[in-house]
């Protein structure tokens, strides 16, 4: 891939991304083979070779993602890399499981990033670590697999841009819906202008379980701060004893993660940078409380967000409580029409909804989604995976169409894939004003001129 250099402000996301590249499934199956034996067929001039850094929980959906297309893309795992010595070991032994490799084992990332024959990194740390990771793995001359959210603050989000940007490494972000055919169809409806002038998007994704923390949590029970690095793991944050429980459940403190901003909101606002072509909200408020889980949390179980998109001229609504499940849902409300989403984070069911002014108070979708159809009011927005039937409301994290696209994009060179770095910096800056917008209890303001968040409206504007 050719150097990606581009330094100008507020950068189109149709400038950036290219058209999907999605492999033929199944398009290389043979049988009685081993995944190892068949890529070694293929040869190693054109295998890519990836390492995981950080092989925790999430690392174990990387590492299955890369099994579904192991032989089809003639893919290599060469190397483990975590501070833990268990995590690392576990992971090793998984990718003997999974892949019959006998994989290096590195606790440094640097020393992993020497390898010669290391072609791709896998990203799945913390989320402070993100950024700087990133950096690292870029300048190393290595592309990269990195896992949202992509950045914590603006300072790391322009550090991982401009690096990548200046690089001519091949990036994508964790956020795996924007591969899927299910939201591609939903941008390319949205492109056709049948809604209408948008006005406002609601997404109303929920849980009812105490999420990230685990109190028989066996990993904090198990682990001593000399089979790590503590100081480490802080990557650059103050200086504290060695606490497992941030170590291993980091999403619920406030030091290292937004929590629901950082994980949920991050997969939210980026869906709805990749529907309506826009890159960063205006303005953002936000309010919300631990109002379900009274733990050791930090972070919100119950959180609430109001954007504006001023140019494309729409209100962003962002919601998600961890103590009710009811009523997951996405709407994107247009003055000719709606298209109305069954299901939280994901979801590939997908109606659109012609504006029926005539009904009393409008349409109740709740009435029955079968009878509508029938009757013709709801329209179900079809793909060909899920032609015929019902399609369900949620889908797997571990994309296998994700990992296709960043891996088709490395082989090609001349395209950014789906979840380019500038959606990372785009969703990393809309979390980040929720973030302090719920903490500081004040409106948010994107300055796009300087490339900051304020607390008052920029003269500009």
Known sequence: ?????????????????????????????????????????????????????????????????????????????TAVCDLWTHNREKAAADCKTRFGENVKQFKYSEDMLNMKHLDAVMIATGDHQHAKILAEVVNAGKDCYCEKPMAQNVEEAKLARDTVLNSKQVVQMGSQWVSEPAHIAVRDFIRTGKLGKITKIEQNWNDNNHRWHNPNDSDVASIREEDTDWDRWLLGKPRRPFNPWMYFEFRIFKDFSGGITSQWMSHAIGLVHFYTDTAIPDTMVANGGIFGWDDIRENPDTFQALGTYDKAGFLYSYSSTYANKFGDHTIIRGKNGTLYSQGGEGSPRWFFIPEHQTLPGGFDFYAGVKEAVEKGIAQPVVVPQFEGKVPPTGLSDDSKAHL??????????????????????????????????????????????????????????
């Open 1 to 77: 891939m050719g150097s990606t250099k581009n330094n100008s402000k507020g950068i189109s996301r149709r400038k950036f991304v290219r058209n999907t590249v999605i492999g033929t499934a199944g398009l290389y199956a043979t049988s009685g083979m081993t995944a190892k034996s068949y890529a070694n067929i293929l040869g190693s001039n054109d295998r890519i070779n990836i390492g995981f850094l950080g092989t925790g929980g999430r690392s174990r959906g990387h590492r299955k993602m890369v099994e579904m297309s192991y032989r089809e893309k003639n893919l290599r795992v």
């Open 404 to 461: 296709d696209n960043w891996i088709d994009a490395m082989r090609a060179r001349n395209y950014m894939p789906n979840g380019n770095i500038m959606t990372g910096y785009w969703h990393s800056i809309g979390i980040i004003m929720a973030t302090r917008a719920y903490r500081e209890g004040k409106k948010m303001y994107w300055d796009r001129k300087n490339e900051q968040i304020l607390t008052e409206r920029p003269d500009f504007a």
